[in-house]
């Protein structure tokens, strides 16, 4: 089969991580649990949580600002700025709207895609359509996450999971040098929803005191069924992708997988025929910072010298919708 061109290059990354560290043994001296069980459940010991004034948008935009200084790029020539977020900072406007403002990019125009887990790789083919269209030449990227606003903090099964922090990517259309967006694969299966949602508080059910008081407007989760799709589902895409950009799993020098449980991130990286060597983690650290696990895992991935020019990285994820994706990527 031949092999395809990349469409569009990740020309630099960015993430930021807000500073607050907390524990498992801070979590369970606020709900039932112990770092033992999240440990050994989850693989995770610690996540950032923001304070309660840092939106959304700003640590967004704080790590696009990373991202721009690397690519080399002025504000006034972002054409698009493309924010995926679960935890929009307000219902209105769009936060991208607000992360432009932050960053003025004041040529731009700026939408949010919510996608959940999988927002930063929707985000990414969405951006490549208007790159391949011709309908822009710089596209910013941007997934933040606040997901200690949504948490419900009493409930052991779900605030344990979770942690807060921000990726960024600029993208032009591949120039020819071999770099960029080999192959990807989108899902989602809207039939699931119910299995990750937050059901009360939009227009379905507006917000009101006894929604308030139920815990309705948080984060609930069925976490055993959501496991058996997220891994069946990544193993699947990771194959597509892989076999769409014409690689085999040899090719591949890292997974960056989002980071949701180390279980499902193993069991992923083990149907999908990948030795842990080759899979890049960072739950322990952070939790699941939903869309934004992909962009920081593949910026501190760049950082710690595991991949650089020429790498073949393969990116999958997972989340509410439920939605998944994987996208082969030449660094
Ligand atoms: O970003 C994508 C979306 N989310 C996910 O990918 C999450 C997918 N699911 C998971 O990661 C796992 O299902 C969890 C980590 C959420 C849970 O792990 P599990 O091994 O599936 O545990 P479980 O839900 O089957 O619960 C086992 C036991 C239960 O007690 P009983 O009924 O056996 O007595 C739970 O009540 O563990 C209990 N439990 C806890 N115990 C201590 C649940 N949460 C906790 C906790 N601390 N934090």
């Not at 596209?139 to 606003?149: G, N, Q």
């Not at 939903?290 to 760049?302: K, N, R, T």
Request: glycine share 10%.
């Amino acid at each position: 089969m031949r092999k395809p061109e990349p469409t569009v290059e990740l020309i630099s990354t960015g993430r930021f991580l807000p500073d607050c560290v907390v524990t498992n043994d801070d979590l369970a001296k606020r709900v039932d649990t112990s770092d033992e069980w999240i440990r050994t459940r989850t693989g995770i010991r610690e996540r950032r949580v923001a304070p309660d004034d840092m939106t959304a948008a700003f640590m967004g935009a704080e790590a696009a600002k990373v991202a721009m200084q690397r690519a080399g790029v002025e504000p006034g020539e972002v054409d698009i700025v493309i924010l995926s977020t679960a935890t929009p900072d307000r219902w209105l406007p769009s936060t991208a709207c607000d992360a432009q403002a932050l960053l003025g990019c004041t040529n731009a125009f700026a939408f949010d895609v919510m996608a959940a887990c999988t927002g930063f790789l929707y985000a990414l083919t969405v951006a490549e359509g208007y790159l391949m269209a011709g309908r822009a030449e710089v596209v910013l990227v941007i997934a933040s996450e606040k997901m200690s606003s949504i948490t419900n903090w009493e409930d052991r099964t779900t605030c344990v999971l979770f942690g807060d922090g921000a990726g960024a990517t600029v993208l032009r259309k591949a120039n020819g040098a071999g770099r960029g967006i080999l192959s990807s694969v989108m899902r989602s299966d809207g039939n699931l929803a119910d299995l990750l949602n937050r059901p009360g508080g939009g227009a379905a059910e507006p917000m009101s005191q006894a929604i308030l008081e139920s815990g309705r407007h948080l984060i609930q989760m069925q976490g055993r069924e959501i496991f058996k799709h997220a891994v069946r589902s990544m193993a699947e895409a990771c194959d597509i992708a892989l076999k769409r950009a014409g690689l085999t799993v040899d090719d591949v020098d890292l997974l960056v997988p989002h980071q949701a449980n180390i279980r499902i991130i193993e069991a992923t990286a083990k149907y999908a025929g990948l030795p842990l060597d080759k899979v890049f983690v960072n739950v322990d650290r952070y939790g699941n910072m939903s869309s934004a696990s992909v962009p920081v895992g593949l910026d501190e991935a760049q950082e710690q010298g595991l991949i650089g020019p020429g790498s073949n990285i393969l990116t999958v994820a997972f989340g509410a919708g439920l939605t998944w994706g994987a996208m082969a990527l030449r660094w």
